[in-house]
């Protein structure tokens, strides 16, 4: 089987090669345009993912219950943690380390956080010369509001008893008598 080369005419060869150098010469005599950075800051979408922040819940207390969901699906292993229990059976982070040096920021650790804890800020001005400054300990990242969802509390919504009676929890209905049930 025989290929056949298929060449166009020299005029359109001609053509294209002018094209593309009116192309060139229409840009060539343009004002450049130069954002400068430091005194001109783009703003960012609101759904842009950068800086890694820890959120309180409405009562004041700190969402993260150190689940290690964060951890685990972290692809670069730069989120660590260790777990503790208050006095009231809940759990909390005694100590929580972000390597913002390995991190990638994609937003996996926010998407597995079952409590809200972890959000992405649109803050992207990170850069040190010291890579050891760009680890974040816990009370570097506690932020004293509740971030993108200021109103969501885990323990109200996951039906732990111990942050209330049975019944009392949001979207829950009270417990129903066995007795009542009877024929």
């Given amino acids: 089987m025989e ?7 020299p005029l359109e060869g001609l053509k294209a090669l002018a094209s593309g150098f009116a ?3 229409k840009h060539l005599f343009r004002r450049p345009v130069t954002e400068e950075y430091p005194e001109f800051k783009r703003k960012l979408p609101p759904r842009s993912r950068a ?8 009562d004041g207390g700190e969402r993260c219950v150190a689940c290690y969901l964060c951890s685990a699906v972290c692809p670069v292993s730069c989120i ?19 390597n913002f040096a390995r991190c990638i920021f994609c937003g996996f650790c926010e998407e597995a956080c079952p409590t809200l804890a972890i959000q ?11 890579l050891l400054k760009l680890v974040c300990e816990k009370e570097d990242l506690l932020i004293d509001h509740g971030g993108k969802n200021h109103d ?12 209330g009676d049975k019944g009392t929890h949001i979207k829950e209905n009270p417990p129903v008598n066995l007795k009542s049930n009877m024929p």
């Fill in 152 to 163: 969501y509390n885990f323990y109200r919504y996951a039906g732990v008893a111990m942050a």
């Fill in 80 to 98: 660590s943690m260790q777990s503790a229990e208050k006095e009231d059976g809940r759990r909390y982070a005694r100590w929580f380390r972000i």
């Fill in 3 to 9: 290929l056949k080369e298929e060449t166009g005419s």
């Fill in 51 to 58: 800086r890694i922040i820890l959120t309180r819940d409405p």
């Fill in 120 to 130: 992405l800020t649109p803050d992207f001005e990170t850069c040190r010369y010291d």
């Fill in 23 to 25: 192309t060139v010469l």
